[in-house]
């Protein structure tokens, strides 16, 4: 609203519209128009327009058409629709509209402590940094913090402040790179935010993500820059937008030599368009359509895995069947359980023990679980037999469960069509993208360089609205003042801070892609104190250091839908590193994706490299592991990558594993280097670091082989010894070891253990044993949920004959006696990765210390000892239980 007097007289009623100019002798002046269209031209200073407000100080103005702020000495804001403004340079009036415009006083953020931190340590970088060329790069650092505007609405500002501000929902969005439902997510919520987080393990689609995010900044009319702590995230990009003729929208800027390329050869060309301009509520509707398919989706690769694991640990039940010829089947389909039932019968049976049934039980045999005749399960060989019938009926019929619900996910993917929907989506959605395009953009480019494009920057974003960049080189990229609507920090695990918060002051809004499960940021050194951990240079990347600050106040998305590696690969990285998150969405056909080599013990290394490995792989290569396509060999150390460059075929990729994030190869040859007799604890944290693993074997398409030394990583006992552990599991038959341990059915562990608990909760025993069993078990759950223990589970009540190999040991005719008679462990201890035993806990009431039990114990002590299964008894009457767990499991792990 406003209100306009002229002589005292308040004309406003009488008015239909109203402006401001400048006159030729810079007069200012306004136009007046009047309902009757009259118009009337007076000097301004002769009317007063309503409201009128007067600003000083520290004033900052941001144009929103041409995306610059700039320093104001004094203005006026008048009728709620002009600011009239000096510029810090000049003493002229100039006119802005009001709605294109934001006037802001200066922020306080460079007199914090966090910034002044910031730029003492890029100060203090130039002293400490080696090398000409690091050295140019930390002096360009430190001199754009001068050009850095304590403008309130830059991203800079919400980091430091820590106040981030919500963003207006775009209301339509576009998928021209194809889609799936994180993805979905990702590029939705990255536009709900000022600042958004998208983590992106290996193969997940961080690039197509990004491609679609840049896609609809541009259908907005918005600007963006694409940056990265290195070239080859940048790249990729490029790459994708060069393949559909979109590679002309983005200036590949940053350091000198990348201007100089573009500039002597801009490709400007816009493509062109044959088919019929597509609605924006015709994409939209799509996308309503196919949100539920693209769960459907993951759902069907979700059950494609389960079935895999289900089939694994069934073809292991066949293999411990085969050593034990003695088992009779029992036919348990003609009772028409399901798997629940049959886990809850298979819970009922084990109870009963060594007793004969009761009327009670033959009861509730009947009404339960449908068994008419019972009186077989007297005899206590036939019921051992009947509990093992019932485990491989479970893995059949929760195969065919699994199977019908994929039959049915595949039906609803087939009657609403989901290929044709998800093709349709990304064909309508890029003739949308080339549509605009073709109708906004100019037609022809002006003949910018390297000399002039600043001049007139915000014509030059009109033409090239996405910039490409290092994050050291952005700012200066980019004119003086100028603040982009959008800057996307790919690689951002590996981001220093300092570079960052420059591109922070540049951008309104900042997308974060990153994955900090892989290589972190190296960081320089300096004596320089943080005064906030928070924003610690040295302790934190970029992503880290964001992540701490706003925690669940900004919208984060982790990628799951995984699509470069063969689902066996991938999936060591997702359970030992992404908590079972991630969705292979490839199939598994049985390939050899996996290979064990191990050299023979000895002091094979020399200064970090180890021929033994390379030639221990090329020996076998040939036979049985070598698989079609490019092959990466990588090592930790720059002396191993040396030596299989001189040793190694001559087409091999040898680098470091470092030097090989972001980059793949149909088959990865992953060398650890490290022996058993020279290798220091600080070379094998420096080789098991878990990110570095996670690299390593992301890398491999199709095919990974490990080659390491003879149990080199087992007494570390971390991730290196999990990925062996998970090799020798997953791993083909004609590459696995013979083992003398048995590992966890899991799959029905898992379900036995709960149906156990749900017993226990109604019974009451009086036997003080079970009620020891169920106070261990809770003490179990606490333990293992600390740091030092969460890569074990376990299960209870898990017979000797499921858990050592009678015929890999030589043990007596009475210990092979008291196994075929039902002997079972309470409480069996495995590794998470690979499933093999890690120890045992039995629960010892008072009558183990009599005769008969006595023997019992002592040959299940000699049966585990031979078997190399560790064993802690704790007596019923036993205290401080928790401790003497933890205490059993640490020695374990260092001995």
């Known amino acids: 609203m406003f209100k306009i007097i002229l002589g ?92 294109n415009n934001i006037l802001s006083q200066s922020t306080n953020i460079k007199d914090g402590d966090i910034y002044k931190y910031f730029l003492q340590v890029a100060e203090e970088r130039i002293k400490v940094t080696k090398g000409k060329r690091n050295e140019e790069i930390a002096k360009n650092v430190l001199n754009q913090f001068d050009k850095l505007l304590p403008y309130n609405q830059t991203c800079l500002n919400a980091y430091l402040t820590k106040n981030v501000r919500k963003t207006i929902n775009k209301e339509h969005l576009i998928f021209p790179f194809g889609i799936n439902e994180t993805q979905m997510d990702a590029v939705t919520n990255a536009f709900k935010s000022q600042i958004s987080i998208i983590e992106g393990p290996p193969g997940t689609g961080k690039t197509q993500t990004i ?24 790249k990729n990009v490029y790459e ?72 694994i640990e069934k073809e292991y039940l066949l293999k411990w069947q085969q050593d034990h010829p003695e088992i009779k089947m029992i036919d348990i389909n003609k009772y028409h ?63 065919y469960e699994k199977d019908e619900d ?39 480019c002006p003949t910018f360089n390297i000399g002039n494009y600043y001049k007139d920057f915000s014509k030059f974003l009109n033409y090239f609205p996405i910039i490409g960049s290092s994050t050291h080189s952005l700012m200066n990229s980019i004119a003086r003042g100028y603040i982009l609507d959008y800057v996307i920090i790919d690689e951002a695990s590996q981001q220093d801070i300092i570079p960052g918060i420059l591109c922070f002051g540049c951008a309104k809004n900042i997308i974060i892609v990153g994955d900090r499960k892989q290589l972190p940021h190296i960081p320089i050194k300096t004596n320089v104190k943080c005064p906030n951990s928070l924003y610690d240079c040295e302790n934190l990347s970029l992503l880290d250091s964001l992540d701490e600050i706003f925690k669940d106040e900004v919208p984060r998305t982790l990628l799951k839908e995984h699509y470069r590696c063969h689902p066996k690969i991938i999936q060591f990285c997702n359970k030992e590193f992404y908590n079972n998150q991630l969705i292979p969405m490839k199939n598994d056909r049985g390939e050899d994706a996996l290979s064990l080599i191990v050299t023979s013990p000895g002091n094979h290394m020399r200064n970090l490299s180890n021929l033994r490995e390379i030639e221990s792989y090329l020996k076998v290569n040939d036979e049985i592991f070598s698989v079609k396509g490019e092959k990466g060999f990588i090592a930790p150390y720059n002396a191993q990558v040396n030596l299989a460059c001189e040793k ?31 290798s220091s604890q600080q070379n094998i944290d420096f080789v098991d670091n878990p990110s570095l693993i996670n690299v390593a074997v992301s890398r491999a398409i199709n095919k990974f082989t490990l080659v390491t030394g003879n149990n080199v990583f087992l007494k570390n006992n971390k991730h290196l010894a999990a990925l062996i552990r998970y090799i020798k599991y997953y791993a083909n038959e004609d590459q696995t070891y013979d083992s003398p341990v048995i590992s ?78 039902n002997a079972s462990c309470d409480f069996v201890i495995y590794y998470k990765i690979g499933k093999s035993p890690f120890t045992v ?34 007596p019923t009457i036993s205290s401080e239980v928790r401790e003497k767990i933890i205490l059993h499991f640490h020695n374990l792990l260092n001995k």
């Open 8 to 99: 005292g007289n308040d004309l406003t009623n009488q008015i239909k519209d109203w402006s401001i100019y400048k006159a030729n002798n810079n007069q200012l002046m306004a136009s007046i128009t009047y309902k009757s269209d009259k118009k009337y031209h007076r000097p301004l200073n002769e009317w007063k327009i309503e409201p009128c407000k007067r600003h000083t100080g520290d004033l900052l103005l941001y144009n929103k058409i041409n995306k610059r702020v700039q320093n104001i000495k004094e203005a006026f804001e008048i009728g709620n629709k002009y600011y009239i403004v000096k510029f810090i340079e000049s003493n002229e009036w100039y006119i802005m509209l009001k709605s």
């Open 211 to 234: 491609l679609n995010i840049l896609a609809n900044i541009i259908i907005n009319g918005e600007t963006c820059a694409i940056v990265s702590n290195n070239n080859s995230a940048v």
């Open 240 to 311: 994708k937008l060069e393949k559909v003729n979109l590679d002309f929208l983005i200036a590949k800027l940053g350091n000198w030599e990348n201007k100089d390329d573009f500039f002597k050869d801009i490709k400007y060309k816009k493509p062109a368009l044959n088919s019929s301009p597509i609605q924006i509520d015709e994409i939209t509707e799509i996308k309503k359509n196919i949100e539920n398919l693209l769960s459907a989706k993951n759902d069907l690769a979700r059950l494609n895995s389960e079935i895999e694991e289900i089939k």
């Open 337 to 399: 359980l399901s798997t629940t039932e049959m886990v809850n019968l298979l819970v009922y049976v084990r109870r009963l023990s060594d007793k004969f049934l009761s009327f009670i039980d033959k009861f509730n045999l009947l009404m339960n679980y449908r068994i008419i005749r019972s009186k077989f399960l007297n005899d206590l060989e036939t019921r051992q037999n009947f509990v093992f019938s019932l485990q491989f009926t479970y893995y059949d019929k929760l195969l």
């Open 406 to 444: 994929l039959k049915r996910i595949k039906e609803v993917l087939d009657k609403e069509d989901y290929e044709y929907d998800l093709k349709s989506l990304k064909e309508k959605s890029m003739a949308f993208l080339y549509d605009y395009i073709i109708k906004k953009f100019p037609n022809d």
């Open 648 to 678: 190694m075929p001559k087409e091999t990729i040898c680098s470091t594993i470092h030097k090989f994030q972001g980059r793949e190869c149909n088959e990865i040859v992953f060398s650890t280097v490290l022996d058993k007799k020279k």
């Open 744 to 821: 966890a059915f899991d799959l029905l562990y898992t379900e036995y253990d709960k149906s156990l608990e749900k017993l226990n909760s109604k019974l009451r025993m009086k036997d003080s044993k079970f009620k020891s069993e169920q106070i261990i078990a809770a003490i179990l759950r606490d333990v293992l949920k600390m740091e030092d223990f969460n890569f074990l589970i376990f299960h209870m009540q898990i017979y000797l004959k499921q858990l050592v190999s009678v015929s890999r040991i030589k043990f007596t005719s009475r210990e092979i006696e008291y196994i075929h008679n």
């Open 841 to 874: 806990i039995e629960v010892d009431g008072g009558y183990h210390n009599q005769s008969p039990q006595i023997e019992r114990d002592q040959l299940k002590n000699s049966i585990l000892e031979k078997a190399g299964i560790s064993l802690l008894r704790l």
